[in-house]
């Protein structure tokens, strides 16, 4: 059983520094100094063992406390309630979706594939292993931060101590007692990087359960923690006697570990299913055309051939964010206790809505489409890649962007202002005007970034599969700002400002790096 995870482990160390190595190799100008001989480079592989073993102990930790501060730490002091049981209450509904979402043991990963289906390893011994080794550093790297931050929240040592069991215990609970259960009966595996619509329903009502209840003064306490980590104990220990006794892991792989599933997210995100989605919402009507000339032609021409797959999810954000915004209205009128706390939510909070407008923005989705149905075509004529063409369609496309992006950030400033009026106002007007203009100008800023990103990193291949090492490391950053303005805390008025002064002379520094950059950077990738 040792040898087994020693061999799983060089197997996923192996690839690992490899695919340090390539990305090494994606970064511009590094590309054109290293050689393909790099992977041969034995001091390189050394080095990259070296990165790859303390990037094990790095992130054993590092997701572990990012999911402490950013998660629970920075909604804990979002509300007005008990800060221990708010913390306690985010923790275990945050819990119960993470344990839905990734079980580890049935998450088709690469490093199973090669090992189970390419090198016929024990199935078995292989699954059990390597589930042990993921709980031993689920829980070695979540109790230090449970257990600090829990501390200085004044949560008692005990339950802190418990917090990293609980979860634990919720993911051994999901694949014991449901997954495998399942899995007999009906010889079916979920893959767990595409949740089915139930699944998606259930988490959604856990998210409300665990973000929203707190708004209205209702957490769980201490007593009901206690309560549930024991009963998941009880639970755990059953289901941890399943998996044990569960002979047939070999049986499940085969099921779960096909190429369609272990590249789930890529291809979820570039190639088939990209391209099914994109078919179904095409118009192939010939009688489609436009009166426009020149590249307002060629644009409108995508515009319209595209327009339910560019419209389509704008317009259910929109009647989404309409729908919440009346909830909101009803629970003032029924309610009047909460304006003064949600009267905040536009003075206060509206560095929030950087992150909300990163996520409701459609740069990504619009951008793949540009692609598949038009650019990798164009791209191999020369002429398509000169900078006045490149900046004339550039433009059209920033436009019809901007505008499909407008439909839902316009139904978030009216409802903002609203709920501010009905709430209580504000004795400074201009915070109206400046919640108006400045959603607009989130909005506009990720339409501009997305469409820059594309002309200046284009990261697809013929297949559109992302070639690019910067692109997903330009995403990630972007992410993770935006999510961090979750914490920042600052009036609407200088928030609003320079959002809108930062927005303006992003798009003009935009404009100006695409007309002289992109002829170079927008080709299709090999």
Known sequence: MIQTFITSFKLKNTYRVNSIIYSIKGFPIINKILPNSLYKNKALKIFGNIISILWEIVSTFLWKGLYV?????????????????????????STLIGGILNTYLLNPTKDKYYAIILMNMNANTFALTN???????????LMPFTIIFGLLLKVPLLICISMPLFVAMIKIIVI???????FKKNKVVKNENLPTKKVWILL???????????YLGIVIN????????????????????????????????KVLLTNENVYAVQNANSTQNIRANI????????????????????????????????????KKQTMVIILIFIILFIVVFINPSMKEGLNSIPLTYLPYFVFIMYILNRGTTITQAMFMNCDHSMLTYRIYRTPKIILGVFKERLKTLITLNLLPSVAIELGLMILLYITGGTNNMLNYLILFVSINAMSIFFSVHYLVMYYLLQPYNINTEVKSSTYPVVQAITYFICYYMINIRMTTFVFGIATIIFSILYSLISLILVYKLAPKTFKIRI
């Open 204 to 214: 959604a009502a856990l998210a409300i359960l665990g973000f929203g209840l707190p």
């Open 131 to 141: 589930y042990f080794y993921s709980m031993l550093k689920l829980i070695i790297g």
């Open 279 to 314: 078919a179904k919402n095409i118009e192939y009507d010939g009688e489609i055309t436009s009166d426009k000339s020149g590249f307002a032609y060629f644009h409108e021409l995508f515009v319209k051939r595209h327009s339910k797959l560019l419209t389509k999810s704008v």
């Open 222 to 253: 201490q007593i009901i923690y206690i309560v549930l980590f024991l009963i998941s104990i009880i639970l755990g220990i059953i289901a941890l006697k399943e998996i044990i006794a569960f002979k047939d892991y070999k049986k499940i792989y």
């Open 176 to 182: 014991g007692i449901f997954s495998i259960p399942d």
């Open 69 to 93: 501060w950013l998660v629970l730490g920075s909604m804990t002091f979002a509300y007005n309630t008990n800060q221990v049981n708010t913390f306690l209450h985010i923790f275990v509904f």
